[in-house]
């Protein structure tokens, strides 16, 4: 009976997983938002513990995933797509912890007002893939899958332009030149975070495209 169960595999164990990496990875989002929200008001943000919690649980969750796909024969959709869609989940949390630890260390006043657009944007696309790998579970359509993965690659094509709008801002300012490096890089973290989003949407479509 053991090996008849790891034959056919329990299938929803790798959808739970998948999805509890989805919402590790929108909570780190919605955290990150917080963080700037907080900034904005004057307020002393929280600190780094709540994001190094979101970035644990989702390294956990990559650890149960490779322990479901090592014991299980066959499995729901392709092995390599689950392990990639695996992957690229843990990468948002990581990518945003990361920028979080860069802002803390931050010399002098954070400029919150130019994140904020962003973040707004980080956390659209972390919305929408979390709706796609939701739907994974229920054999879902290609049409809904695109009209979600639009919306995605929509937050992500807007964060290019806000990020090259506050480079032109940025390299026409009063900054001196260690400031504008600083900057520079954590625009380009807080975009490379969207393409993470962006990253794991594709896998999704790559999915349901084999299945339709």
Known sequence: MNFINRLIGRNEVFFDL???GADEAKVSVDLF????RQMD?????????????????????????????????VTPMDREDIEALSV??????KQVEKI???????PGDVPHRMFSRQA???SQAAA????????????TTIESIREANDRLQFAEAEADKVMLDQLRELYNGPCDAKELVILQKLFEMVEQAVDRCRNAG???????LKQS
């Not at 594709?202 to 349901?208: D, L, S």
């Open 100 to 106: 979080v630890e860069r802002l803390s260390i931050y």
């Open 33 to 36: 938002v917080t963080f700037l």
């Open 202 to 208: 594709m896998i999704v479509v790559q999915v349901v």
């Open 18 to 20: 998948l999805e509890g």
């Open 128 to 139: 929408a893939l979390v709706f796609m790998v939701k739907q994974l579970r229920h054999g």
């Open 88 to 93: 690229a989940l843990y990468r948002i949390p």
């Open 41 to 73: 008001v004057e307020k002393k943000p929280a600190g780094l513990d709540d994001f190094i919690q979101a970035r644990r649980k989702e390294k956990r969750i990559r650890h149960l995933m490779t322990e479901a796909l090592g014991r299980t024969f």
């Open 120 to 122: 707004e944007l980080m």
